[in-house]
């Protein structure tokens, strides 16, 4: 597709299960971000992928979160042991290097029950 | 720690009217970004100002960028309903892995009723 694609757009789980949330970027992207976004918060950096490489992790929350990028493409946010305050919306971007505007999925709703 | 603080976090106006909301930021940055997204939405990039004076306009927003008092506004003219949305800005800050990424304000929710 023309724009970053993220699945899925909505999970529900319960605490202490595993999760995987996936980011597709626009093609030739060779950055990739994510972030979290809390009810009524901004939005909170997660980590930067440079090609496959994640130079930045300080955004990670805890050990529980980590995430992957494979191919120079999709990008997989895993969070292990789900707790209640991981429910957010997580929201991946992507850019060229060197450019100026990231441009963002629409989000994955993670409620943990 | 960088801050970006936005206000008024929430703005209710009327169609026809006029406001600003401002974006200030605690570090040294040259680069700040506008953002829109409506509910359940993305965010939508509207504006990139990359130097002290910079101003862009379109349509019924314009945004300016004061790098000296870390300050940067958006300034809505003739408020429409189809402007109801959530703006937030971000900063571009160089981190200490040696790359940038973009620091958030909490948003202005704006609601524009007839």
């Known amino acids: 597709g023309a724009g970053v694609s993220q699945s899925p757009s909505n999970k529900v789980t319960e605490k202490g299960k595993d999760v995987e949330l996936r980011c597709d970027p626009i093609s030739g992207h060779t950055a990739l971000y994510w972030y979290r976004q809390s009810l009524g918060q901004g939005l909170e950096f997660l980590i930067y992928?440079?090609?496959?490489?994640?130079?930045?992790k300080s955004g990670l929350p805890s050990d529980r979160f980590s995430a992957e990028r494979t191919g120079g493409s999709v990008s997989t946010l895993t969070i292990q042991r789900t707790q209640q305050e991981d429910s957010a919306v997580y929201l991946c971007?992507?850019?060229?290097?060197?450019?100026?505007?990231?441009?963002f999925g629409q989000g994955t709703r993670l409620t943990v029950v | 720690e960088l801050k970006v603080e936005q206000n008024p976090l929430f703005l209710s106006m009327q169609e026809g009217k006029n406001y600003t909301i401002y974006c200030n930021y605690s570090t040294t940055s040259d680069r700040l970004y506008w953002y829109r997204q409506d509910p359940g939405k993305s965010l939508e990039s509207l504006f990139v100002?990359?130097?002290?004076?910079a101003v862009k306009q379109e349509g019924r927003l314009m945004a300016s960028l004061d790098t000296k008092a870390r300050l940067s506004t958006l300034h809505i003219t003739a408020a429409v309903h189809d402007l109801s949305a959530t703006y937030f800005c971000?900063?571009?800050?160089?981190?200490?892995?040696?790359?940038?990424?973009?620091?958030f304000g909490k948003g202005t929710m704006l609601l524009v009723s007839p």
């Open positions: 971007a992507s850019s060229f290097i060197g450019d100026l505007r990231a441009f």
């Open positions: 992928f440079q090609g496959n490489s994640a130079p930045d």
């Open positions: 100002l990359l130097s002290n004076g």
């Open positions: 971000a900063v571009d800050i160089l981190r200490s892995s040696g790359y940038s990424t973009l620091t």
